[in-house]
């Protein structure tokens, strides 16, 4: 099992970017599907979820700024983020969660990609 993420770079307070994460060889089905992030010197900590029943909640300190989408028939989970500040530099990273065909749960992570916001 793979997840790729991608999409981050350097941007100016102010900026957009869109992360997307990709998996490859999940077998089974996903229930959630996450962004978190860490900041330098600081713990991971959940950005935001979407579960598949539609729900999706967000970090009280990107609401409003965030959003994430989900296409389940790509295994692929995305983030947009809007009005970024520096205080959202950090590696984020997704995550899968989810069960197998026998009910085994499965928790996958990504590699995490780089977002850095300065002037």
């Known amino acids: 099992v793979q997840l790729q993420a991608s999409g981050g770079g350097l941007v100016q307070p102010g900026g957009s970017l869109r992360l997307s994460c990709v998996a490859s060889?999940?077998?089974?089905?996903?229930?959630?599907m996450s962004w978190y992030r860490q900041p330098p010197g600081k713990q991971r900590r959940l950005v935001a979820v979407?579960?598949?029943?539609?729900?999706?909640q967000y970090a009280d300190s990107v609401k409003g700024r965030f959003s994430i989408s989900t296409d389940t028939a790509k295994n692929s989970v995305y983030l947009q983020m809007n009005w970024l500040k520096p205080e959202d530099t950090a590696v984020y990273f997704c995550?899968?969660?989810?069960?197998?065909?026998?009910?085994?749960?499965?928790?996958?992570w990504g590699q995490g990609t780089l977002v850095t916001v300065s002037s």
């Open positions: 060889g999940i077998i089974g089905s996903i229930i959630g």
């Open positions: 979407a579960t598949n029943d539609g729900v999706k």
């Open positions: 995550n899968m969660d989810g069960e197998d065909s026998r009910g085994t749960e499965f928790d996958y």
